[in-house]
Each structure stands twice: as C-alpha cells, then as structure tokens.
C-alpha cells in the first residue's frame, strides 16, 4: 500500500512552454499533497503543501502565479510550470500524506528539462 | 526556525558492518520522526517511522528514537553495497502544518565491498 504516482516521468519542453505534472495517491485518500524540487546534490526543497479542494500554501521565496498547484481531488494534485524557462530545469517529486498520520509517500519524480 | 541536522557524510563502512546514522531536531515538541531513503536520482523512500522513546526494528533496520536528548538514529546491520545511498531524517512540523515533514540534509552512506 501507500503508492504515489507521478506522470510524466521525464519532460523537455521549450522556453516559454507551460507543463503540467500530475501526481495521485493510488491506493489510500491523501487530503494533503507535498510538491518538492531538487536541483543535482541538493537537498530536497519543499515548494508548496496542497489540500484537497483549497488554495495551495507556498513556501517563501515560490512564486504561486509561476507553480499553479491544482489538489481537484483526494487522490490527485497538478503542478503546472508555466513561462518555463532553462533555470526551472530540475527534479519535481510530489508527496502525499496517509489520511490522518505524518507518514508521507513520494512520488518517483518528474525530471523537467527546458530547452 | 525548526531544525533537523545531519552529518552530511561520506559514511562508509565495510559490507557486512553496522551502519550507524544519526540525527538531531531542535523542536522538543515533535512526535514523529522518519527516516527516507534516496538513490541516486531517484525520489525518496520512507523506510521507517518511529513515534516512541526506545528502539523499532524492522528487519536490518533499527530506528532508535530519544526524546530527552532529541536525537534519533537509524541502524543498519549487516549492510550491503545496495544500501548506499542518501539518508534523510525527518521529523514532523509545526503544529497545524498539515502533515509537513521538516527534512534533514541527508547523510551519505557507502557500503564498500
């Protein structure tokens, strides 16, 4: 149990470009999701915490009109980079957490590449 | 600022040794502690959660968990080349902050054959 998806695995796209990651909680209800970004031999930065059905909270320093975060369902969040650009290349991994508990499952990650 | 630290490492032990990963947390309140594994390029894996003062074994995995000197370890025991990785301990948030983890920086383990 506890499987988080993450689709894509793997995005290139060009400058200017918006993606759209998508992440789902397959076998449990996640009212809260977690979105992470990873640069190479850095530790993982926390971008935001979405909950199911209202406005996402970002950490300090992410620009919320950049990362739109979409938690539509207990079981699905979206993070679209929109204007991307080659400094937004990086590792996106998405986390849920098991309803009622601290215990949080990472997705396999997204590795965005902007051209 | 709530805080949970780690040795970033290189940790590393021979195959078959004990591997001994440490870590501590300055919020005094916290009350759940989690230890992840990361590959190399690869996303996280919770491989043990304790919530208790004293010691959780799952298999080679040991989490030992001390509240009063706010410090948690992870042991692993008879450790493989498999088991290098990245470790990260992490440790539940503020109150009301809907589950979120606050991460170490990791600790580095390699298992040397």
């Known amino acids: 149990g506890a499987v988080v998806s993450q689709h894509p695995s793997r995005v290139i796209c060009k400058s200017g470009t918006s993606v759209k990651i998508e992440c789902r909680s397959l076998?449990?209800?996640?009212?809260?999701m977690f979105w992470y970004r990873q640069f190479p031999k850095q530790s993982l930065m926390l971008m935001a915490t979405?909950?199911?059905?209202?406005?996402?909270?970002?950490e300090q320093g992410v620009e919320k009109d950049k990362f739109l975060i979409n938690h539509a369902s207990l079981t699905l969040s979206t993070l679209t980079v929109t204007s991307a650009h080659p400094e937004d290349s990086s590792f996106y991994i998405c986390?849920?957490?098991?309803?009622?508990?601290?215990?949080?499952?990472f997705g396999p990650g997204t590795r965005l590449t902007v051209t | 600022q709530k805080e949970v630290e780690q040795n970033s490492g290189p940790l590393s032990v021979p195959e078959g040794a004990i591997a001994s990963l440490n870590c501590t947390y300055s919020?005094?309140?916290?009350?759940?502690f989690f230890w992840y594994r990361q590959y190399s390029g690869k996303s996280p894996e919770l491989i043990m959660f304790?919530?208790?003062?004293g010691d959780k074994e799952d298999g080679r995995f040991t989490a030992q968990l001390n509240k009063a000197s706010q410090y948690v370890s992870l042991l692993i025991r008879d450790s493989q080349p498999s088991d290098s990785a990245t470790y990260l301990c992490?440790?539940?948030?503020?109150?009301?902050?809907?589950?979120?983890?606050?991460f170490g920086k990791g600790t580095k383990l390699s298992v040397k054959p």
């Open positions: 979405s909950n199911e059905g209202s406005k996402a909270t970002y």
């Open positions: 986390s849920a957490n098991r309803e009622s508990t601290y215990e949080q499952y």
């Open positions: 304790i919530y208790s003062n």
């Open positions: 992490a440790v539940n948030g503020r109150a009301g902050s809907q589950g979120n983890l606050i």
């Open positions: 919020d005094r309140g916290s009350q759940s």
């Open positions: 076998d449990f209800q996640a009212t809260t």
